[in-house]
């Protein structure tokens, strides 16, 4: 593994072997650390490729940046592992927007804010990790203090993100709207985004969950998304994605009946695995929701729809829609009168389109939903130290792969989670409670890892 230079190296060695608190504060900091970043200067080098051959192998760098100063109310932290999000995949392919120009607008913000007004954006958004410093500000963590982190960067300052931080009107995710993401050796992250490690998992288990995870809370489970009771039915697309593989577990963790939506008879498996029993196989079904780029097809929603009553004997209660312009007339069709169709994302397209009359006629809901607030977060998290929700973990990359690792979510080639190892020289490493392992069981923790071989 490429090692940045001796300071770093000297961390890595001793979170390895266990060094307390005191030892790691102790330790001189490095001037600069390797990780993850695409460069400003290169924004319009896919200019006239298509979206799915833009290549983020060519746009991430993996080099050495310097380290930011460190805020009174920011840890730095010592990065284990990290994850590919699918925003990782759009800020290196610079859709819908290149990312510098939200770090500008946050540098304008104040002084320290300034910082992330660099010429190379350091990207990811999710970390597992060990604290190193802290600033003066910060009361609740300390040097040693074994984290995962999530990714909503609020300005505590603002009254607007006193209710449900979400709303905040400065709310950004770190790592994407913000610099000095997690896919690197050393991060800078707010107090206010740490969360306690679960103690049953490795460093790359812990670092795939943060920001899927509580996506998927808030979506299904939180009193700002669709309220999932027992015995409701959600339909879920992309069931063996990212944060469709956290709605299935939520829905089968609050009593609920998952339908998963996916493109393969070996996700279908998974999916059967994971303990779904209703599974649609889109491309085998053959749904051509659009007949043509401007023309949706009813008869092929009247279809889907069908093939959910068949499934579960009724229209779900719930849709847990992502992939937007392809989907979503068919998803605001299928659900139930009175139900609800939760939303976070547009995959394939965000202008969409839905028939307005099974909306209104049918006492419908269209919820919007965007990342969790720390509350919800948290809860994410613990329940994921209580061994009640598992991580996704599938493919394990080293950062030096971080571009093949990002093509690969983009292609929509892997199952769950794609691990990113930093300073974790290896996979298996971090378990703090092996016996709290044993009980949860290892074949729920290595699911998706197993099937991904
Ligand atoms: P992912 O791991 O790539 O999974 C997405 C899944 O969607 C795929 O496994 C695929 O499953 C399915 N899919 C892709 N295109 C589709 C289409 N045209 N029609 C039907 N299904 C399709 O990505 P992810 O991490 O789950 O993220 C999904 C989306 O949510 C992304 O756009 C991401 O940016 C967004 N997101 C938003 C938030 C937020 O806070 N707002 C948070 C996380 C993610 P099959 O091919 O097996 O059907």
Same mark, same amino acid.
């Given at each position: 593994?490429?090692?940045?230079?001796?300071?770093?190296?000297?961390?890595?060695?001793?979170?390895?072997?266990?060094? #307390?608190?005191?030892?790691?504060?102790?330790?001189?900091?490095? &001037? !600069?650390?390797? /990780? @993850?970043?695409? =460069? *400003? $200067? +290169?924004?319009?080098?896919?200019?006239?490729?298509?979206?799915?051959?833009?290549?983020?192998?060519?746009?991430?760098?993996?080099?050495?940046?310097?380290?930011?100063?460190?805020?009174?109310?920011?840890?730095?932290?010592?990065?284990?592992?990290?994850?590919?999000?699918?925003?990782?995949?759009?800020?290196?392919?610079?859709?819908?927007? #290149?990312?510098?120009?939200?770090?500008?607008?946050?540098?304008? &913000? !104040?002084?320290? /804010? @300034?910082?992330? =007004? *660099? $010429? +190379?954006?350091?990207?990811?958004?999710?970390?597992?990790?060990?604290?190193?410093?802290?600033?003066?500000?910060?009361?609740?963590?300390?040097?040693?203090?074994?984290?995962?982190?999530?990714?909503?960067?609020?300005?505590?300052?603002?009254?607007?993100?006193?209710?449900?931080?979400?709303?905040?009107?400065?709310?950004?995710?770190?790592?994407?709207?913000?610099?000095?993401?997690?896919?690197?050796?050393?991060?800078?992250?707010? /107090?206010?985004?740490?969360?306690?490690?679960?103690?049953?998992?490795?460093?790359?288990?812990?670092?795939?969950?943060?920001?899927?995870?509580?996506?998927?809370?808030?979506?299904?489970?939180?009193?700002?998304?669709?309220?999932?009771?027992?015995?409701?039915?959600?339909?879920?697309?992309?069931?063996?994605?990212?944060?469709?593989?956290?709605?299935?577990?939520?829905?089968?963790?609050?009593?609920?009946?998952?339908?998963?939506?996916?493109?393969?008879?070996?996700?279908? /498996?998974?999916?059967?695995?994971?303990?779904?029993?209703?599974?649609?196989?889109?491309?085998?079904?053959?749904?051509?929701?659009?007949?043509?780029?401007?023309?949706?097809?009813?008869?092929?929603?009247?279809?889907?729809?069908?093939?959910?009553?068949?499934?579960?004997?009724?229209?779900?209660?719930?849709?847990?829609?992502?992939?937007?312009?392809?989907?979503?007339?068919?998803?605001?069709?299928?659900?139930?009168?009175?139900?609800?169709?939760?939303?976070?994302?547009?995959?394939?397209?965000?202008?969409?389109?839905?028939?307005?009359?099974?909306?209104?006629?049918?006492?419908?809901?269209?919820?919007?939903?965007?990342?969790?607030?720390?509350?919800?977060?948290?809860?994410?998290?613990?329940?994921?130290?209580?061994?009640?929700?598992?991580?996704?973990?599938?493919?394990?990359?080293?950062?030096?792969?971080?571009?093949?690792?990002?093509?690969?979510?983009?292609?929509?080639?892997?199952?769950?989670?794609?691990?990113?190892?930093?300073?974790?020289?290896?996979?298996?490493?971090?378990?703090?409670?092996?016996?709290?392992?044993?009980?949860?069981?290892?074949?729920?923790?290595?699911?998706?890892?197993?099937?991904?071989?």
């Amino acid at each position: 593994m490429t090692t940045s230079n001796s300071e770093v190296s000297a961390i890595r060695a001793a979170i390895l072997e266990g060094a #307390p608190g005191e030892e790691l504060a102790s330790l001189a900091l490095p &001037e !600069s650390f390797r /990780a @993850a970043y695409v =460069r *400003r $200067d +290169e924004v319009a080098m896919f200019e006239g490729v298509p979206s799915a051959e833009k290549d983020p192998r060519k746009s991430l760098h993996v080099d050495e940046v310097a380290r930011p100063e460190l805020a009174p109310d920011e840890v730095y932290l010592a990065v284990m592992a990290s994850s590919i999000n699918f925003n990782t995949v759009w800020t290196s392919i610079f859709e819908p927007l #290149p990312t510098f120009g939200f770090l500008d607008r946050l540098a304008r &913000e !104040s002084e320290w /804010a @300034a910082r992330h =007004r *660099r $010429d +190379e954006h350091i990207i990811g958004s999710d970390a597992s990790g060990v604290v190193l410093r802290v600033g003066s500000a910060v009361r609740n963590w300390k040097p040693g203090d074994h984290v995962t982190v999530h990714c909503n960067h609020v300005d505590d300052q603002d009254p607007s993100a006193h209710d449900d931080s979400m709303l905040a009107t400065n709310q950004r995710i770190w790592g994407f709207e913000t610099n000095f993401g997690g896919l690197a050796e050393l991060s800078v992250v707010k /107090a206010n985004q740490l969360m306690p490690k679960p103690t049953h998992l490795t460093w790359e288990e812990s670092a795939v969950n943060a920001l899927c995870n509580s996506t998927s809370y808030r979506m299904i489970v939180s009193d700002n998304g669709a309220r999932m009771k027992q015995g409701d039915s959600v339909l879920v697309w992309g069931a063996t994605g990212g944060i469709g593989g956290y709605a299935i577990q939520y829905v089968l963790n609050g009593g609920g009946t998952p339908v998963g939506v996916v493109s393969s008879p070996e996700r279908a /498996a998974l999916l059967n695995a994971m303990g779904c029993e209703a599974v649609i196989d889109r491309r085998a079904e053959q749904y051509a929701f659009w007949k043509d780029e401007h023309t949706q097809d009813e008869t092929e929603w009247r279809r889907f729809g069908g093939r959910i009553r068949e499934l579960i004997g009724e229209d779900p209660d719930i849709v847990f829609e992502h992939p937007g312009r392809s989907t979503l007339g068919a998803s605001i069709f299928a659900v139930k009168r009175g139900g609800t169709v939760v939303t976070c994302a547009a995959t394939s397209g965000y202008m969409v389109e839905f028939d307005n009359r099974h909306f209104w006629m049918k006492l419908k809901r269209l919820l919007s939903s965007h990342f969790a607030n720390y509350a919800e977060s948290w809860a994410a998290n613990r329940l994921i130290d209580q061994g009640r929700i598992h991580p996704l973990l599938s493919t394990v990359h080293p950062l030096d792969d971080v571009g093949e690792a990002a093509r690969s979510v983009h292609r929509n080639e892997v199952e769950g989670k794609v691990g990113v190892l930093c300073l974790a020289p290896e996979e298996g490493l971090g378990i703090a409670d092996p016996a709290k392992r044993e009980r949860i069981g290892e074949d729920k923790i290595t699911l998706f890892r197993r099937h991904a071989g």
